[in-house]
Structures are given as structure tokens and as C-alpha cells.
């Protein structure tokens, strides 16, 4: 008899965990930064679809949106993502170093990981008042600047190093003529937003400043919630790329049984689908024909990456935006 019991209660423990590794398996939660809302809000219920077709399984998309920073922060400290996509390779960095992704993971998916780019534009009140036509534009005296915490945002870095490598391009400049000029346009930034999302409002609702920089995307988000009479977008002579790589939460999905979904989940951002969807978020697509579909929307510009002027986020990020580098060297003198 008691072995009927030992036996019967085998068999309701394996049922059991059959059962929540199956429930378990059937969602994947995407950490990712701040202004990617609407991008994967669009995105998730296509991905579903698809899963569907390839599974014959339904699956749960959860979402996770703030700083990228404080993004990664929350992950190490154990928010069990399955993936993460965020807006520069320092952020994922940071996860493989606590060997949470692969240490090779920019490996693991075409183009760097990144299935999609932008540039960091300008976009100004209805009209252009104060004129701001170029970087040199924004240290004049009187123009105030928006732009999220380059400390904590993958936002705001990005606008601190364009405005670095603009600088770097003038003739006879150097680290030195870079530093000063980045200290001068920080000086005309009066407050620094939590991430993306919260600079736009700042500008867009609380009338705060007189231009914000922010990725070419935002525009077009900005565009669908205020209308498009309300601001203008600025092109400068020159920007920085920003990629935006992606990753698997090793430990996470292996933990969850969620490996194969979280796999798809990321290689169907380079599916044409996935790609017609970056197109129209306003995100440039990796796939050279549905990004010629779109020209009309993607203004011709100059622009250099993080490797090509910093060496790459390994080295770009502790000079600049770790303790002690030089964002805090001039914010301590702003």
C-alpha cells in the first residue's frame, strides 16, 4: 500500500512539474530601454503569429521599459528576463561580464546583433525660432538643451559622444577642444531627464527648452501623439550611428525552458517582417531593400560610430561615463 502511495505521488509531483515548466515556457519577458515602446508594441503581436504557425503553440510577451542603464542594473540584480534589447553594446557588455549572455553574443545574430540603426537628430519647436541648424548651434548662450542623463541612458550617451565626435571633426581639434565643447552645450542642458521618454515629455509637454535631441525615430512617435505641426526635425552635418543589440538571458531561459522561443523571438526582428516593422517605427532596417522602400523617410546623413572616433563602447564607455571620467570631470565644473 505504501508503495501504491510513494508511486502515486511520483506521478502527481512529475505531472506537476510538467505542468509549470509548461506554463513557465509559454512567455518570454523583454527587458528593454526607454523609447522602444511602441516599436515592440507593434512588433510582439507579429512575433505571436509567427510563433503560432512555427509551434502551434500560443505564447505570453511581457515588457520591461526604462534608462537602459537602470535596465541592465535591474537584470544583474535579478529581473529574470529572457532577452534583452537595448540601444548600445556598453549595456550588454556590462550583463556578459556578470555572465548572464554570452560573452560572444554580438556573434550570436547578424549586423553586430543589431537588426536595426538611427542616428541622433534635432528636433526643435514649430518654426526653428532660435535657428539651430548644427552642434554648434546648441552651446550658444540662451539655448537651452534637452536630453536625457548620459550617466544612466543609452540616449543620452549617444548625444554626448556625437557631440564629441562633431568636435573631434573641426579643424585642429583634439581631446581637449572635444572636452570643451561638450562642457559648453552641457552647460545649456537645465535639467537631464530619466531616460528617452521622459525628455520628450519634458520638451513636448512641460515646454521646457528649446531643442531636443533625441534618436530620429522618436520623431515619428512624437509626430502620432502630438501631430506633426508642433515641432520640427533638424538634420545636423554630422551624427553618430546608434545600434541597438540584442541578447538572450542565458541562465534565464535555460532555467525556464524558454531557449528555442527566446531564439526566434530575436531572429525574427531580421525576418522581413520584423524589418518592414523597424521601417515603420522610424528605425533605419538592416535589409537593404525595405530600407530603399523607405528612403523617402530616411534623410540622407553623415555619420561615424562608436569604433570608428572611441575605439568601440570597451573603451568609450570607462573613459567617459564611468566614475571619475570625463562626463563627471564636466559636470562637476558645469
Do not use: C
Not at 60 to 77: F, T, Y
Not at 238 to 250: G, H, K, M, R, W
Not at 301 to 321: C, L, M, N, Q
Amino acid at each position: 500500500m505504501l508503495r501504491v502511495i510513494r508511486r502515486l505521488f511520483l506521478a502527481l509531483t512529475l505531472t506537476f512539474s510538467v505542468t509549470w515548466a509548461f506554463a513557465e515556457g509559454s512567455s518570454l519577458l523583454n527587458v528593454s530601454y526607454d523609447v522602444a515602446r511602441d516599436f515592440y508594441k507593434d512588433y510582439n503581436p507579429m512575433f505571436q503569429k509567427h510563433w503560432k504557425t512555427l509551434s502551434g503553440e500560443s505564447i505570453e510577451l511581457k515588457q520591461s521599459h526604462a534608462g537602459s542603464s537602470k535596465q541592465v542594473r535591474a537584470v544583474a540584480d535579478g529581473l529574470e528576463a529572457d532577452v534583452v534589447t537595448m540601444n548600445q553594446a556598453s549595456d550588454v557588455d556590462f550583463l556578459a561580464e556578470k555572465g548572464l549572455v554570452a560573452k560572444d553574443y554580438a556573434k550570436k545574430f547578424p549586423n553586430n546583433a543589431s537588426p536595426y540603426t538611427s542616428t541622433m537628430v534635432f528636433i526643435v519647436r514649430k518654426g526653428n525660432p532660435k535657428g539651430l541648424k548644427d552642434w554648434n548651434d546648441l552651446v550658444k548662450p540662451g539655448v537651452q538643451v534637452i536630453l536625457p542623463h548620459p550617466k544612466n541612458t543609452g540616449n543620452g550617451r549617444y548625444t554626448y559622444l556625437a557631440a564629441w565626435g562633431y568636435a573631434l571633426s573641426q579643424a585642429g581639434a583634439n581631446d581637449r577642444a572635444a572636452q570643451d565643447f561638450v562642457a559648453r552645450l552641457l552647460k545649456n542642458v537645465p535639467l537631464f531627464a530619466a531616460g528617452g521618454r521622459d525628455a520628450t515629455t519634458t520638451f513636448m509637454q512641460r515646454k521646457i527648452g528649446d531643442v531636443l535631441i533625441s534618436f530620429e525615430s522618436e520623431a515619428e512617435l512624437i509626430a502620432r501623439e502630438f501631430g506633426k505641426g508642433e515641432f520640427e526635425v533638424v538634420y545636423p552635418s554630422l551624427s553618430i550611428l546608434t545600434e541597438f543589440p540584442v541578447a538572450i538571458i542565458d541562465k534565464v531561459v535555460d532555467k525556464k525552458g524558454t531557449r528555442k522561443a527566446a531564439q526566434a523571438y530575436l531572429d525574427f526582428l531580421w525576418s522581413p517582417v520584423g524589418q518592414e516593422n523597424a521601417a515603420q517605427n522610424y528605425l533605419r532596417p538592416r535589409n537593404q531593400e525595405i530600407l530603399k522602400k523607405y528612403a523617402a523617410q530616411f534623410p540622407p546623413i553623415k555619420t561615424f560610430s562608436v569604433d570608428e572616433v572611441f575605439g568601440g563602447w570597451a573603451r568609450a564607455y570607462p573613459t567617459h561615463f564611468r566614475d571619475g571620467g570625463t562626463f563627471d570631470q564636466i559636470y562637476q565644473q558645469k
